[in-house]
Nanobody
């Protein structure tokens, strides 16, 4: 599967941003999608995942209550709505796919062993 992320940019602390990731090459509604991020000088960290149907979601503790993952299977797109952004959210955000319809939490965290990665989109939060 090919994944194309977009929507990054510069935003002030407290602001909002929505990332999108368009998928192609495999039936979108059959696999789990999610997001990771990598801050400068740090390892890539899990952010959120959503099941193939969209009925289940899974979040890192650091973003619970602020970020919302969703998907539109008709548009082959997954979204990450980010609210109440903090400077600590500054990172390159990557979308990813696990070729399984239900969320396998350990695949996303801590193993980070997903099947496909998109290119990153940079989010910068200024204080």
């Amino acid at each position: 599967v090919q994944l194309q992320a977009s929507g990054g940019g510069l935003v002030q602390a407290g602001g909002s941003l929505r990332l999108s990731c368009a998928a192609s090459g495999r039936t979108f509604s059959t696999y789990t999608m999610g997001w990771f991020r990598q801050a400068p000088g740090k390892e890539r960290d899990f952010v959120a995942a959503i099941s193939a149907s969209g009925g289940s979601t899974y979040y890192a503790d650091s973003v619970k209550g602020r970020f919302t993952i969703s998907r539109d299977n008709a548009k082959n797109t997954v979204y990450l709505q980010m609210n109440s952004l903090e400077p600590e959210d500054t990172a390159v955000y990557y979308c990813a796919a696990d070729y399984y319809p239900e969320i396998r939490s350990s695949i996303w965290y801590p193993l980070n062993r997903v099947d496909a990665w998109g290119q990153g989109t940079l989010v910068t939060v200024s204080s």
